[in-house]
Each structure stands twice: as structure tokens, then as C-alpha cells.
């Protein structure tokens, strides 16, 4: 989704939706955008699904989980100041996008990648002691 790339028969107005979308984070309101580019929400949501397969509100959720991914990898940040800071109502709210789309909260998340961060820096140590 990050790597979006103008596919050539992309309207301008959807291009500069997609644009507004992701440089907002994923916090723009729909209506604000659909304004923005001349458009009614509606036409705006058609054109959307047409061209990725998704609505405009559906790439902003998948903005703010990407942001909350990457600032969940500190494990020093709290999970309701990320959840402030990514455009969540609130802690909840983070948690149930995470489940909805990384099938896990991001408490359960923050522990299984810690996990699996430690195995892969133990791998090659195994592989030295022939085991």
C-alpha cells in the first residue's frame, strides 16, 4: 500500500485523493477530501473501489495500522499514546483494527515479534555450534 504507483489510467482527483489520504495519515476525513478534489463522497467511494479495490475510508484504516506497526516496534511506547498519535479514537480502537487486520492485538503482536526477533538472533549462533 505504501509502494502505490500510478497505474496510467488513474483520474488526477483519485490520484490526488490517494495523496491526500496517506499524507494525512490516514486521519483526513473522507468528506474533507471528496471536497478537496471536487467530487461527492460517493463518487469519490465508486471511483476508489474501481481503481484499488477499497474506499478511500478503507485506505486510511490500512494508513493508520501501517503507522501503528512501525511505532509499535518500540516496545518503550506505550500502546495508547501510539494509538493517539496514528488517529485512533482510542486504545480500543487500535486494538481491534490490529485484530481485524494482523488477526492478533498489538499487545500479543509486541510479544510474539519479540520472540521472534530473539530466534532469528539466535539462529546463527546455532548454526555456528553445529546444532
Known sequence: ??????????????EEAWRL???????????????????????????????????????????????????????????ADIAVACGYADQAHLARDWRDLAGRPPSRWRVEDELAFVQDEALPLLKASGS
Not at 1 to 14: D, I, N, T
Open 1 to 14: 500500500m505504501a509502494q502505490h504507483e500510478r497505474r496510467g489510467g488513474s483520474p488526477p482527483e483519485v
Open 21 to 79: 489520504i496517506r499524507r494525512g495519515g490516514g486521519r483526513t476525513s473522507v468528506v474533507g477530501i471528496a471536497a478537496d478534489v471536487g467530487w461527492s463522497v460517493r463518487h469519490l467511494e465508486h471511483r476508489f473501489r474501481s481503481e484499488f479495490g477499497v474506499t478511500p475510508k478503507g485506505v486510511a484504516r490500512i494508513t493508520r495500522f501501517e503507522r501503528s506497526v512501525a511505532a509499535a516496534r518500540d516496545p518503550r511506547r506505550r500502546l
